[in-house]
C-alpha cells in the first residue's frame, strides 16, 4: 500500500471515520488507520498510544495527522532497510554472511578499510551472519 501523506487524504479520513468531525475514539483511531495504512493496529498499541500522547478518551484532527505522517515516515524507513538487507543478501536466505557483507561493502564503497570491523560490531550474536535484527541494531533503528 502507498504511504499516505497527503494532508488532505489524512484529513478525509479522519473526517469519515469521526463521528462529530473533531474527535477519534480509539476504535475509530484503528479504522481510520487501518484506511490509511492498510494496518490495524492492536489494542494495546493504541491504548499505548493515546496514553503517550495524553489525549483521553479522543484525538483530535492534529494529533492523528502528525500520528499518521510519523508513522509514514517510519514505514518508508523499514521499506528502505528492508531493501538494503536484501541487497545485501547475495546468498538470499535471510542473513548477510560475513563474505555477502564484505562483497556488498566493496562495491558500494572499494576503499572502505573498516568493512572487518563493521561486521563484527554488527553481529551481535557473532554467528558469523547478520541477522535483520542486527542489521536493524546497526542501522541504528528501533
Not at 474527535?23 to 484503528?30: D, E, M, P
Not at 479522543?58 to 514505514?75: G, H, N, W, Y
Amino acid at each position: 500500500m502507498a504511504l499516505v501523506t497527503d494532508p488532505e487524504r489524512i484529513r478525509s479520513v479522519f473526517l469519515k471515520y469521526s463521528t462529530d468531525s473533531t474527535h477519534l475514539t480509539r476504535q475509530q483511531y484503528k479504522l481510520a488507520s487501518l484506511a490509511i495504512s492498510g494496518y490495524k493496529p492492536s489494542k494495546s498499541m493504541v491504548e499505548r498510544l493515546f496514553r503517550d500522547l495524553e489525549v483521553g478518551d479522543a484525538m483530535d484532527i492534529q494529533t492523528f495527522s502528525s500520528v499518521q505522517l510519523e508513522q509514514a515516515k517510519l514505514r518508508s524507513t523499514s521499506e528502505t532497510l528492508k531493501q538494503i538487507f536484501q541487497t545485501f543478501d547475495w546468498s538470499c536466505n535471510g542473513f548477510i554472511s560475513k563474505s555477502d557483507f564484505l562483497r556488498a561493502v566493496n562495491e558500494v564503497m572499494p576503499n572502505f578499510s573498516g568493512a572487518e570491523n563493521l561486521f563484527e560490531k554488527a553481529d551481535w550474536d557473532m554467528d558469523g551472519r547478520i541477522s535483520w535484527r542486527d542489521f536493524v541494531s546497526l542501522m541504528g533503528v528501533s
